[in-house]
């Protein structure tokens, strides 16, 4: 085990670089599966999230190789379809359902962990996967998928847009007979990366208005070599931590085509922005102005970046407003930056134009954050990636000392987050804990 001990109030200034985008490199390894060639990557985050997937990969015949920020990846054969228990849980698991299916027409995966923020089910990927003609059974502690010949094409309508199950769905279709087509599918980033790299691989994809994805299946996929695009997750992270410090960062790898949304947010609450070749620069200029914030899918504002926005609106002047309404319990964060000096108010109710699935649930997804307040070191624990990146940066821009426990949860989706951290000025020690 392992804490941070941050000594924060000191503004933040200087160039940090991006990884590779943690929500695409593991997803990068599933898709690798479905060819008995090698695939490499290049910007290969190396994060809890993906030593996961490696160890999944690995015990079902992958070999891999690393060399820095490059991963190498065959899989010359399956040594078999099952996915035992693995030694830490995230949701990647569930993605090779569709994967296996694809490839050996069977697959049983376990139940998947991750972060606590909503019930998070799997309803979207088994009606799917059941409707290209798989045969899906619940055990005590796995989910089971088998095919009797060939996954069929099929029209498929998503009642939300599910990332994963958007994958899960492409997985499962690259060789099913004739054509698939998703409608209301999820268009992120990172799904638009794992599209091209099946592209290189061999598949046909194509992309409709309307969150349309078209498969049409083919016989067989080849190896690859794809750069995975930088993490618009961790861009947003480092934009906010240099916003509340009332610092100057230069964001290396970001690019604006994935941070559209959040980059008039910037605008909208009186910080600023400017887009340079290799990166943006964020700064805050004067005071902060209170804002309404609803999260969506893509293009939409991001529900990962709500946590580290908090923490900058815990600094502007007014009463903010966050809906969320991709998870129904994202904001137990808020009761820790309330213990370091936030006034943060967590309801129930809908607050926003986006029709949101919540509305008649009692569910905790939004919150209204008074600011500015001034806020104070205290001891804290990480409960989840994004709640884990909202501590530091509360941390870093309290007065006084805090110390975060397990750090392991944070280290699942941000690689050396403390090395980076400490180039642009960052007063932040890794303790190890006996
Ligand atoms: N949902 C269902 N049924 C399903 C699938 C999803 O009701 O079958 C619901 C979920 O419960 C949730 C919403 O739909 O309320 C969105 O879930 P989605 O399937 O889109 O999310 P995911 O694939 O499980 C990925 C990221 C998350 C990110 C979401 C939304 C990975 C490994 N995880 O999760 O990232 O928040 O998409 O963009 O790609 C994070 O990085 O911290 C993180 C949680």
């Known amino acids: 085990m392992a804490q941070f001990v941050i000594q924060g109030g000191t503004p933040l200034h200087g160039d940090i670089r991006l990884s590779g985008a943690k929500n695409a490199a ?40 690393v060399e820095g920020s490059r991963l190498r990846i065959v899989t010359p054969t399956l040594s078999t379809t099952t996915v035992g228990a693995l030694s830490r849980r995230n949701r990647i698991p569930v993605l090779a359902l569709g994967a296996l299916l694809g490839r050996a027409g069977e697959a049983e995966v376990p139940f998947v962990g991750g972060d606590k923020i909503g019930p998070r089910p799997i309803d979207i990927h088994i009606q799917a996967l059941t409707q290209l003609g798989a045969t899906i059974t619940t055990g005590e502690q796995s989910y089971r998928a088998t095919v009797s010949g060939r996954l069929r094409g099929a029209n498929i309508t998503f009642p939300y847009p599910s990332v994963g199950a958007t994958e899960n769905t492409i997985f499962a279709s690259v060789f099913a007979l004739g054509r698939t087509v998703i409608r209301n599918a999820a268009v992120e980033p990172e799904i638009l990366d794992l599209i091209k790299l099946l592209q290189n691989m061999g598949a046909i994809i194509e992309l409709g208005t309307d969150r349309r994805i078209m498969i049409e299946g083919v016989k067989h996929l080849r190896g690859a070599h794809h750069t995975i695009l930088p993490d618009r997750n961790e861009a947003v992270s480092f934009a906010c931590l240099a916003i509340a410090t009332k610092g100057d960062v230069i964001v290396k790898g970001a690019v604006q085509d994935h941070l559209v949304t959040f980059l008039n947010t910037v605008r909208r609450i009186g910080a600023e922005y400017e887009v340079l070749h290799d990166g943006i620069r964020f700064w805050c200029p004067g005071s902060l102005r209170a804002a309404h914030i609803e999260t969506d899918t893509h293009p939409g504002f991001m529900t990962d970046w709500q946590q580290p926005l908090v923490v900058a ?10 809906h969320e309404t991709v998870y129904e319990d994202r904001f137990g964060y808020a009761e820790d930056l309330n213990s370091m000096g936030a006034r943060i108010k967590v309801g129930t109710e809908c607050l926003g134009d986006i029709s949101c699935r919540f509305k008649d649930k009692i569910c905790s997804h939004t919150a209204l954050v008074e600011g500015p307040t001034e806020l104070h070191g205290t001891e804290l624990r990480v409960r989840d990636i994004r709640a884990g990146i909202a501590h530091v940066i509360a941390a870093l821009t309290a007065h006084g000392t805090s110390t975060i426990d397990n750090i392991e949860e944070l280290d699942r989706g941000y690689e050396r987050v403390d090395e980076r951290l400490r180039y642009i000025g960052a007063q932040i020690k890794r303790v190890s804990e006996n």
């Open 26 to 65: 593991s997803k990068m390894l599933i898709a690798s599966l479905l060819t008995d060639e090698e695939c490499v990557f290049e910007n290969f985050p190396r994060i809890g999230d993906t030593n996961i997937t490696r160890e999944l990969c690995e015990a079902i015949g992958s070999r891999i190789v």
């Open 313 to 322: 609106l815990t600094q502007a002047k007014g009463r903010s407003v966050v």
